[in-house]
């Protein structure tokens, strides 16, 4: 199994940055791709980045060029750096380990507001 943990989630002023970390435990070694999702209140859960293990990295349209996608493999911990937000970025942030296995696992979520 894999144990996800995000945070970082804050109120933030439209314009401005905020780091998440997605720290994984347990069976690490599994994880084949390692992803960002959101949901807003009435709203789908939407996928926003993704990192595959070979450090390929997708973004949705709305989030590229202002969003960024890293990882530190020495503190197994993957982060979503989020710059010049906007209200409609507002939603709690989730991350997903999807496993060689097929397996998918979620952590618990981050809530992020953006807002003057």
């Known amino acids: 199994q894999v144990q996800l943990v995000e945070s970082g989630g804050d109120l933030v002023q439209p314009g401005g940055s905020l780091r998440l970390p997605c720290a994984a435990s347990g069976n690490i070694f599994t994880i084949r791709v390692t992803a960002w999702y959101r949901q807003a209140p009435g709203k789908q859960r939407e996928l926003v980045a993704e990192?595959?293990?070979?450090?390929?990295?997708t973004y949705v349209d709305s989030v590229k060029g202002r969003f960024t996608v890293s990882r530190d493999n020495a503190k197994n911990t993957v982060y979503l750096q989020m710059n010049s937000l906007k209200p409609e970025d507002t939603a709690v942030y989730y991350c997903k380990a999807h496993t060689i296995w097929s397996e998918d696992y979620w952590g618990q979520g981050t809530q992020v507001t953006v807002s003057s």
């Open positions: 990192i595959t293990n070979r450090d390929t990295i």
